[in-house]
């Protein structure tokens, strides 16, 4: 699992369905996107904005664990789809058809005799190249969720050219594994990528213990080299309807069309600009302009500027974000951890976090009011009725103080409270906190968006009503997440795990079954606090092995209560483009504008 920060663009393509075709003055509907009246025109240059801090640095599609950079996710998923494509869509999914059986212990899967960029067929061998990858080495991948994908595989078998069957060793929900495992899974060129050196000659390294982790080095350190990406012939074999033009240390590049896509939505587009902005500023003044952007996601503390923004010819589309908003409390951190692993304190800092005020003032309404770990604006098939009524700790500052008066705090309201009662007894302050210690934290955030500095300062402002104390530390996404690491029993006291007390990447993505698998399960990567509880743990798997919403509303609720992070407004994507482009709208919540291969200009109506 990876972070995301603020709004990443997370899935890849829907579908196209038909060409583009001249038919000059009618109304013309292009496959999944917008109806626009108009002609197509094909060509041209659409520029997209990234949201600020965003900024990707590392293009193999199977990161390591060490690098929880989402943004990377947007760069490579338009040149490697998954197998999957987010929500089974079989159109752009890799296979033709996909079949479980044997107890759902077993999947079949059928490719579509798709090629790569070079013209060499796409087969069953480039799934085994990937399994072979990962099976050696998936503890160092960030997708790795424990104990599914590929550690619960004790067989891959592949009958002929195109067709993979996948043995697990168990029964699995196919709904859960099917929208949550095999959409992190790629297809990667075996033909092309399993050598171990730019100079090196392919072969089957990939195939024996020394020669996969030697491709695995390779791979791995081709991927972080920033400098090469955009020139290096190992990038330019690729699946998916682009590949990367450009690419500069900024953040900024481009995508071109693959011209030898074997998928429907072919680009219609020449080339699509991935712009960075430093701050929201910078970028609100650029489409004010009206000139050079095509496609960028609106801060929502300037949704008052939508009408100036329609008199340049932009457009504005919302959709919902599928996550979960967060601040991670560092249970290993040496002096906060004590602290933090109380959940009384957890409780008592949810209870002082307005979430109704952020959702109205900051994000304007266009936020998921984060009552727990599962969205409510999609996907309600998954709610409980106990997030549905607000969640287990709505805003109470009286709730907060007397939790921290039960045990043992003396409170001083918009000051620092103090421990008065050490010990580990039901009305003491817990386990390795001592007598007059403070109740005060340092926040890290990602610095550049006006919106979460603003909810930030909010949250500093109402954690002090009850005499906790935040100091707030903005910094670049990518300083943040190089300088703060999953923390856990094994990795502590590493010095990243004493870098952070708190800390805000923006939001954490979900796949189609929000079960926060990967994220909450004991020593996951995206558990970035060392949250572990053997509960916690069986919940989640039994959302994994079964389709019942009881197990998956205990689950929810359990984890909604036990705070391992506090719960935040997520914000929603809201986008303008200009008008004249068609194919953006609808846009469903994993699609997220990373789709431009359905996108296309027309003329104004005669």
Known sequence: ??????????????????????????????????????????????????????????????????????????????????????????????????????????????????????????????????????????????????????????????????TVVIHLNRSYNPDFYTDDVLTEVPLLPQHAWDKTSLTGTVGNYDQTKSGVTAVWNFLQKQGADTATLATSPLWKVVDGPWKLGQFQSDGYYTWVPNTNYS???????????????????????????????????????????????????????????????????????????????????????????????????????YADPGNGAVPTTYGQQWVSPLEKSGGPYPYSPSKAEALLKAHGWKITPNGTDICQQPGAGASDCGAGVAAGEKLQFQLLYASGSADYDQMNAAIQTSEAQGGIHITLKAEPFNTLVATTSTCNAQSHPASTCNNWQLQQFGYQPYSVDPNGSGIFNTNADSNYGGYSSPEMDQLINETEYGPSSSAFFAYENYVAEQVPWLWLPNQSAVFVYKSNLAGFTPASPFDFTLNPEVWYYVKPAS
């Not at 041209?44 to 996710?73: C, R």
């Not at 100036?308 to 959709?319: D, I, M, P, Q, W």
């Open 1 to 162: 699992m990876r972070i995301r920060y603020p709004v990443a663009m997370t899935a890849a393509a829907l579908a196209l369905a038909t060409a583009v075709a001249a038919c000059g003055g009618t109304t013309t509907k292009v496959g999944a996107g917008s109806t626009v009246k108009g002609q197509p025109e094909r060509g041209g240059t659409v520029t997209v904005a990234e949201a600020s801090g965003a900024s990707p640095n590392d293009i193999f599609p199977l990161s390591p664990a060490t690098n929880t950079n989402g943004y990377n996710v947007n760069l490579t998923v338009g040149e490697w789809p998954n197998l999957v494509y987010i929500g089974d869509n079989p159109q752009e999914s890799l296979y033709s058809s996909l079949t479980w059986s044997d107890n759902d212990s077993v999947i079949t899967i059928v490719l579509k005799p798709w090629k790569w960029s070079d013209g060499v067929p796409i087969t069953a061998r480039d799934f085994t190249f990937v399994y072979n990858l990962l099976k050696a080495n998936y503890n160092d991948w960030v997708d790795y969720d424990p104990g599914l994908f590929p550690a619960d595989v004790t067989k891959v078998a592949t009958p002929n050219a195109h």
């Open 263 to 365: 998928g429907a939505a072919k680009p219609v587009l020449s080339k699509v600009i991935f712009t960075p902005f430093t701050t929201d500023a910078a970028e609100m003044d650029t489409l004010r302009s009206g000139t050079t952007l095509t496609v960028a996601p609106l801060p929502l503390n300037d949704v008052g500027q939508i009408g100036e923004l329609k008199t340049e010819g932009y457009s504005v589309a919302s959709v919902p974000t599928p996550g979960v908003a967060e601040i991670v409390p560092n249970l290993w951190n040496a002096q906060a951890g004590p602290l933090l692993k109380q959940l009384y304190v957890r409780q008592a800092l949810e209870y002082l976090i307005n979430r109704q005020q952020i959702e109205t003032d900051v994000f304007h309404g």
